[in-house]
């Protein structure tokens, strides 16, 4: 059914964008607005006076050595986050497609992880990995495992990467969820008399049919990896050690407030923020072309 | 590839809902079975506990001779055809029909060959390529029927699947499946709602009612001889008159409650005189008389062409239907007669017909 309802005057429907207008102003026009302006100043050692530079601190940036390195642990990060946390949530989905009973609780029980801020995700999993306190990090060294994570890199990256994708399975799960759902019933028993079973119907004809849940999740895994786990590692390893677990977007906020680099930091999250556009666009494009069909 | 198949006390309830109240059923090999009954009588339920999809709450089904009960549907050797077609949306019309034989590991070059001779049989060669959406409503149909045909298996079902055809087309396709279904001479469960349907196509009938089995007989043999009040009103179109009755002159006889004493042509009925009965008699068979009878005031006129169905009601009120070949008559109120040889005589009581006496 189509509601349509027509203000006369100007007033009225104004009042009604006025606030969103205002919020997206206020909270994204603005501040990257400022950041744009801010990524092509620099700034002397005291912060006193401030140059315009141009593209400069974009040219420094793609020629420093730690930024590519930086660019490259974020790609692993977000892969990982993405690939684990999808494959987790599509095994419990399907679980849970499987179970009809029951499957008001499992459904709560799976999505309280999205509810949680990330710090505090962050502290139950110091409390699980923590080479001391921590029942797993404690475990591990009782198998004999070297396991502290605050001193090596490659465990620290394995710690906010299972911290990481811990948080967004629920999300995950209900996407999966609902897709697993609209697959039409018939469909699935059709294949069951033409004889496929288990893990040969789930690849041949489940799968292919999520294909469009599949692809946007992908698109939200890697913006939330790459973007949104800032919280994560902050309270899980500080980006450390050493440089081990610092992504771009835990490199923007060291550069700037750590370091104090403002105009290489804004350049960062500049360039952050073309990437988010270019995802989101590339994500749009697709969903359009789903819709049409 | 002939295989006879035995339904064996089958029964099915979800929960405390009784669905199917325990079915008895033999096919010869090759034979096509009908079911049939209205919406929600437990039909799809039947085909999907052959087919595997269901576990049955008891009963066995033999299929060639083995109790597949317990298999999984991959272990049965059945197709099925489903209702809304079930076509796997991703894939093409070529791998549609040769999924199920990749599965069972044929050869490249067999699958080609049955998937090839079957869209010959079907129509669908230059369609091959193309995706289900890409198809109208007939030919998906027709990729169904390939699907479950290339499979060569021991038992087709189909699931109503002609119910989302329009009308030519299901008459159609209705005569194509039975030229398809005799020439493989594959045993086939037929379910559907329309007795048309299910009189052009079934070697035999089963009339389903409430999830109880009512009658299992020839076309032919249900239509004319019905086995109870159920399948008379069921079975032809229009439907059976079914009108109230007494049992009289020492059972040779009934009086209508609408006047008429009509006597029994095929002989006596046993019962007391006095007895509640429900006479059918079908529309066809009702005569014009040009005076006499019963009068009956004409309340609607249907003319189908060829034929002209009134319906009108009787001096006490009760409905009666009539077909005439040709046109109808001019007059408001027509006289009919119910000639002895086409009279139904059931039980009111219990519904079920009634025979004449040795
Ligand atoms: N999975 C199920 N759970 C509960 N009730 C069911 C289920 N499947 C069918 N039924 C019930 O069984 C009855 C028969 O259904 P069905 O076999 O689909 O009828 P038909 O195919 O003759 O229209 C219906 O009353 C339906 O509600
Ligand atoms: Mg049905």
Redesign the pocket.
């Known amino acids: 059914m189509e509601r349509r309802t027509i203000f006369r005057g100007w007033l009225l429907p104004v009042a009604f964008v006025l606030p969103q207008l205002l919020l997206t102003f206020f909270f994204f026009l603005w501040p990257a607005g400022q950041a744009i302006y801010a990524s092509m100043t620099r700034q002397d050692a005291f912060g006193i006076r401030t140059q315009f530079v141009g593209a400069e601190n974009f040219t420094d940036l793609f020629s420093d050595p730690l930024y590519l390195d930086s660019i490259r642990r974020t790609v692993v990060f977000s892969a990982s986050v993405a690939v684990l946390s999808m494959a987790v949530a599509l095994l419990l989905a399907v679980f849970a497609d499987r179970e009809i009973r029951g499957r008001g609780l499992y459904r709560t029980l799976l999505i309280w992880p999205y509810a949680i801020a990330p710090a505090i995700a962050a502290v139950l999993w110091v409390l699980l990995l923590h080479p001391q306190i921590g029942w797993i990090g404690h475990g591990l060294r009782a198998l004999g495992i070297h396991w502290d994570y605050k001193l090596d890199g490659a465990q620290a990256m394995l710690a906010v990467i299972l911290a990481s994708a811990w948080k967004q399975v629920s999300y995950n799960f209900i996407f999966f969820l609902a897709g697993l759902q609209s697959i039409p019933r018939a469909v699935i028993e059709a294949a069951r008399m033409d004889g496929a079973r288990g893990w040969r119907r789930f690849r041949t004809i489940t799968f292919p049919l999520l294909a469009p849940t599949t692809f946007f999740l992908i698109v939200v895994n890697v913006v939330y990896a790459a973007f949104d786990t800032f919280g994560t590692i902050r309270a899980l390893t500080r980006g450390g050690p050493g440089k081990a677990t610092e992504t771009l977007v835990y490199k923007v906020y060291v550069d700037g407030v750590e370091n104090q680099n403002l105009g290489s930091s804004s350049a960062q999250s500049v360039v952050l923020m073309l990437a988010v556009i270019l995802l989101t666009a590339i994500q749009f494009r697709y969903m359009g072309r789903k819709t049409e069909r | 590839m002939m295989a006879s198949l035995k339904l064996e006390g089958l029964r099915k309830s979800?929960?405390a809902?009784k669905?199917l109240h325990g079915i008895d059923l033999e096919l010869a090999s090759g034979e096509m079975l009908v079911i049939v009954?209205a919406?929600?009588?437990?039909?799809?339920?039947?085909l999907r506990l052959v087919a595997g999809l269901e576990e049955p709450t008891a009963g066995r089904i033999v299929l060639d001779g083995r109790d597949v009960a317990n298999l999984d549907p991959a272990e049965r050797d059945i197709a099925m055809v489903f209702q809304n077609y079930a076509l796997y949306p991703h894939m093409s019309v070529f791998d549609n029909m040769a999924y199920g034989l990749k599965i069972r590991r044929l050869s490249t070059a067999e699958i080609r060959k049955r998937v090839e001779e079957a869209a010959d049989m079907l129509g669908l060669r230059p369609l091959l390529d193309r995706k289900p959406r890409q198809l109208s409503g007939g030919q998906r149909q027709r990729v169904a029927m390939g699907r479950a045909i290339v499979r060569h298996p021991k038992l087709f079902l189909f699931d109503e699947p002609l119910s989302n055809l329009d009308a030519k087309l299901r008459v159609t396709m209705r005569a194509e499946i039975k030229r398809l279904q005799r020439r493989m001479g594959v045993t086939s469960l037929y379910?559907t709602?329309d007795q048309v349907e299910a009189m052009t196509l079934g070697d035999r009938l089963l009339v389903l009612h409430q999830g109880v089995p009512v009658q299992l007989a020839t076309p032919m043999e249900v239509f004319e001889r019905p086995a109870d009040i159920y399948v008379a009103g069921f079975i032809g179109a229009p439907a059976m008159n079914l009108l109230p009755a007494r049992l009289a002159a020492g059972g040779t006889a009934a009086q209508l409650d609408a006047g008429p004493l009509v006597p029994f042509a095929d002989g006596r009925r046993a019962g007391a005189d006095g007895m509640k009965l429900t006479v059918g008699i079908r529309p066809e068979h009702v005569a014009l008389v040009a005076e006499g009878g019963l009068a009956l005031q004409v309340d609607l006129v249907e003319p189908l062409g060829s034929e002209t169905v009134l319906i009108g009601r009787l001096p006490d009120g009760e409905m009666l239907s009539i077909k005439l070949a040709g046109a109808a008559p001019p007059e408001e109120t027509v006289h009919v007669a119910i000639p002895p040889p086409n009279l139904h005589v059931f039980d009111a009581a219990t519904g079920l017909r009634l025979e004449p006496r040795g």
């Open positions: 979800f929960g809902t669905v009954g919406s929600g009588c437990g039909k799809s339920t039947l379910v709602h």
